[in-house]
């Protein structure tokens, strides 16, 4: 289970070797430029002196692998495109035993949210200045390097309401009441999206990366295309008018989540 240099053990002949990737190394490949830029100046220093060799070893290595399964179609793109290998695909599993809906919320309350590790890339930002902009409740749980630039960022709103690291028992009750789950990243994958869905709240997500694989347009959530404020503003505007009209139905989004269930990643497998 890979997504830098795990994939790279070596093993004798006769041993198969199988890896579950979950990315080419991002920081030698397409994300290269977007590490080398938040790093410091002697880390940019080994990173340009270094990179072509990392490159060098990480697509040797990928060829003694016997089989490559990918977590994503999208991640079976890059690994056609950095390695030249073909690989399968299956999906990530969500745990829908801890993950689950309440059948005793029968309504889903006014607030929105934000669960992830605050890092740069996760965009918690995009979240927060949308939500100011429609004056919105955001409730922001996780906690990271970007905690306190995001408090800045909201300037002690009254509607963002930072949670920190909490509970499984907390983290459920948001989920399960919220209007939806708001999704900034281009991830590989993503399970906080399914995490939501099988908890029956929708998500409004950038239309990157798995998230295109594990939410229906329409249905079980919608996507904005730009990581952008005004963009994101819009989709949750747009959301609003459909949620409005009853379009998303519970019973569909958990459903979707279920189908993503462990049962059928170990059968897969």
């Not at 994300?31 to 270094?50: A, I």
Request: aromatic residues 12%; proline residues 3%.
């Amino acid at each position: 289970s890979s997504s830098s240099c795990a994939k790279g053990v070596i093993v004798p002949p006769h041993i198969p070797h199988i890896a579950y990737i979950h990315s080419p190394m991002r920081y030698a490949w397409d994300l290269f430029f977007d590490y080398r830029k938040r790093s410091g100046k002697l880390t940019r220093f080994f990173m340009d002196r270094w990179i072509g060799e990392i490159r060098q070893w990480d697509y040797i290595s990928s060829q003694r692998i016997d089989a490559i399964v990918a977590n994503s179609k999208y991640i079976a793109r890059r690994i056609k495109r950095f390695w030249n290998r073909d690989a399968s695909v299956i999906y990530s599993p969500v745990n829908v035993s801890r993950f689950s809906a309440d059948d005793s919320v029968s309504k889903r309350e006014d607030f929105y949210v934000f669960f992830s590790r605050l890092v740069p890339y996760k965009r918690a930002d995009l979240a927060i200045s949308a939500c100011m902009a429609l004056e919105k409740k955001l409730v922001v749980i996780g906690s990271g390097s970007e905690s306190e630039k995001l408090k800045k960022l909201a300037k002690n709103s009254g509607n963002i309401e930072f949670k920190g690291r909490i509970s499984d028992e907390e983290v459920l009750f948001y989920l399960r009441r919220c209007k939806a789950l708001i999704f900034c990243a281009e991830e590989d994958f993503g399970l906080t999206p399914l995490e939501a869905q099988a908890c029956g709240s929708p998500v409004i997500a950038f239309g990157r990366g798995g998230a295109l694989e594990t939410i229906i347009d329409g249905k079980t959530g919608i996507f904005f295309e730009k990581q952008e404020t005004e963009c994101l503003s819009k989709a949750i505007e747009r959301f609003e008018e459909l949620d409005g009209k009853g379009i998303f139905k519970k019973e569909a989004i958990v459903s979707n989540a279920r189908s993503f269930t462990e049962e059928r990643f170990k059968k897969e497998f």
